[in-house]
């Protein structure tokens, strides 16, 4: 159980849904409930339970079939429970008739990532990006935010005369709030944008990965500055630039938002402008969390992410991180077997070079840094091809 309480001691008390279908097995499931659950935890509340149910797909009226909703509905009554998360998307009608039969706060597995976003923003630009997604997110779901929608609204002085409900009135201040924030988030995108192009010639090294794989903490490690890390998903949403230098090699050392399957669309193109320090990096360090059991589901949801944002095609270090919580395989492999196996097989399936560390306990670090330095090297001396490296620094 993830347990989390507030300041005040009050603990939110949360259950999690989700579906066994044909194209998702139970195994994968109940891995999807548990980073669920991690979800959960980041924004602050406590998993009580877990529910599942085998269907070919989503029930229309209520994502679950008649059966099972009663059986979760008699289990929010019975423990006063204040939220129920849904692993996947749920349409604004079952939102509807979810919070009408559960009479509790409903959250998807969008809005969840949303919120987390929303409370870990620290910069204008981040906020700002947060802000326009979660509008767009919400804007078609209206009905089921505000319960009073459903009044109409009477009397003079609002658009449409009397008459218009509430929820028309309220789409078209969202629709006004998601305009505001585009100029803005415009306006913003092109400082960076001018910012970006003010580095110089310069090589940009991006670190990416799915999230809580130890990303914050290797920036720390290299960029020797004081970065947020924590175990918590998405601890870092700003992305945060810092100037390295490997004896006679200058680079800018970028730490981007972590991924995650099913990443809501809105979030990612409103992180148009954090995602660019990816697009436009010339090396990228590509973070696993070696100890993780479904690392290679980590890799594929990172790779497809970067080919979605057309980010692929970069010379990348891939770095198994967190080597210090492996452990012996119980009538299996050794620790040390089990890191050669991984790395001959992505050695073999990768074309990036491999290294492996803990960026917690600084382990094989110099390894790190020198299969790094090759890499910014070589771009290195594209861009000043005429010069020795001792003329430029």
Excluded at 186 to 203: L, Y
Aim: a neutral charge.
């Amino acid at each position: 159980m993830y347990e989390v309480t507030t300041e005040n001691s009050v603990v939110v008390k949360a259950v999690l849904v989700a579906l066994i279908t044909r194209e998702q097995s139970a195994e994968k499931t109940d891995e999807y409930l548990d980073e669920l659950a991690f979800l959960t935890s980041t924004l602050g509340a406590t998993t009580e339970k877990m529910f599942t149910q085998r269907l070919e797909k989503p029930d229309v009226r209520s994502f679950v079939g008649k059966g099972k909703l009663e059986e979760i509905s008699a289990y929010v009554k019975a423990e006063n429970i204040d939220w129920v998360i849904f692993d996947d998307d749920l349409t604004p009608s079952q939102l509807r008739n979810l919070e009408k039969e559960l009479s509790c706060k409903i959250y998807d597995r969008s809005l969840l990532i949303l919120d987390i976003f929303l409370s870990r923003a620290q910069t204008a630009q981040a906020k700002t990006q947060v802000e326009l997604a979660r509008n767009q997110y919400l804007l078609p779901r209206l009905t089921r935010m505000w319960t009073h929608l459903e009044r109409q609204r009477g009397g003079t002085g609002t658009r449409g005369g009397a008459g218009e409900k509430e929820i028309e009135t309220d789409r078209r201040m969202i629709r006004n709030t998601i305009d505001v924030l585009k100029k803005k988030l415009e306006k913003i995108d092109k400082q960076n944008m001018t910012q970006r192009k003010s580095r110089g010639k310069i090589v940009r090294v991006a670190i990416v990965g799915y999230t809580n794989v130890g990303k914050s903490t290797l920036m720390t490690l290299l960029s020797k500055s004081d970065i947020l890390a924590e175990n918590k998903l998405f601890a870092t949403v700003d992305s945060t630039v810092r100037k390295v230098n490997f004896e006679d090699i200058p680079f800018l050392l970028s730490d981007t938002v972590g991924f995650i399957r099913k990443l809501p669309t809105h979030l990612i193109e409103s992180f148009k402008s954090t995602l660019d320090e990816i697009r436009e990096a010339d090396v990228l360090i590509h973070v696993v969390d070696v100890s993780h059991p479904v690392l290679d589901d980590h890799i594929h949801v990172v790779n497809n992410t970067l080919a979605d944002i057309k980010a692929s095609d970069k010379p990348t270090l891939l770095v198994f991180n967190k080597v210090d919580l492996l452990k012996d395989e119980e009538e299996g492999l050794t620790v040390k077997e089990k890191i050669e196996q991984l790395k001959t097989t992505y050695l073999n399936k990768e074309e990036n070079d491999v290294v492996f560390i803990s960026a917690a306990n600084k382990e094989n670090i110099e390894e790190l840094k020198s299969k790094l330095r090759k890499l910014v090297e070589a771009k290195h001396f594209t861009i000043f091809p005429n010069y020795l490296k001792n003329t430029y620094y």
